[in-house]
């Protein structure tokens, strides 16, 4: 045998790629379809913001009276705070649960990105809770007598802004984990925050029906919506790691 053929018989043959490997679905995803299937299960749970939201912005036309001027006027303003209050109900139980039953220190221990987690449970928030906001807030406008272009800036307003109040608002849930009353520490925590965004997510409808442009005001809720997107899910991720030491 020549010392080619020895050396030949030594090297181990290379590895066939296997035919059709499936690829498992990153830990974040999981995550996001966990959390809308317990939403679906939990119907009562989960309609419960879209509830208040009708409710709240639904019964300040009876109080106002039938001035249609006025009605116009805190129109906008009135279902830009229930939509905001509508949104932050569910945050005291976004991560009390997953820290009750273990399912967080899991997440933690995961090897996962955690800002790529906290996005997860972000984007769920938004699909549960505010997504049906944005599509009964037209209806509620009605109420107030607002015009169509006004109906249509209030639905891009609620498109860019109830994103940051999800992002903002899980940030909040995870300043509280573990703390009891958890639901006031984030009004106290969140609202400053969340300012802006009903300043000028009511500000684009009112520019609107004074005859203005509302590109201003929505060029601002993007400004935000993209600042709590680059800084949210960091920022949660922190928080996650400080209230489990």
């Known amino acids: 045998m020549s010392r080619d053929e020895a050396l030949a018989l030594r090297m181990p043959a290379p590895a ?22 317990l939403a679906l299960r939990r119907r009562g749970e989960a309609l419960l913001p879209l509830g208040f939201f009708g409710v709240i912005a639904g ?13 116009r ?3 906008p303003g009135l279902i830009w705070m229930a939509a905001l209050l509508a949104a932050l109900l569910p945050l005291p139980a976004l991560f009390a649960t997953d820290q009750a039953d273990g399912t967080l220190d899991q997440l933690m221990l995961s090897g996962e990105p955690l800002w ?10 938004w699909l549960v809770s505010s997504a049906a906001l944005v599509l009964l807030a037209p209806l509620l406008g009605l109420l ?5 272009e006004a109906l249509l800036v209030l639905v891009a307003g609620l498109l860019i802004g109830t994103p940051v109040l999800s992002l903002v608002g899980t940030l909040g849930a995870a300043l509280t984990t573990g703390v009891r009353s958890a639901g006031a520490l984030i009004l106290l925590l969140v609202l400053p ?3 802006p965004v009903l300043i000028f997510g009511a500000g684009a409808v009112q520019a609107v029906l004074a005859g203005q442009s509302a590109a201003p005001h929505l060029s601002l809720l993007g400004a935000e919506a993209l600042l709590a997107l680059v800084g949210s899910p960091f920022l949660t991720a922190q928080a996650l790691r400080i209230a489990q030491e």
Not at 144 to 148: E, K, W
């Open 16 to 37: 066939r790629p296997e035919p059709h490997q499936s690829r498992e679905p990153s830990l974040a995803w999981t995550l996001l379809q966990r959390d809308l299937r």
């Open 59 to 71: 019964l300040q036309p009876l109080g106002i009276g039938s001035d249609l001027v006025l009605l």
């Open 73 to 75: 006027q805190l129109g």
């Open 116 to 125: 790529l987690l906290a996005l997860a449970k972000a984007a769920a928030h």
């Open 144 to 148: 107030y007598g607002l015009s169509g």
């Open 193 to 195: 925050l969340l300012a």
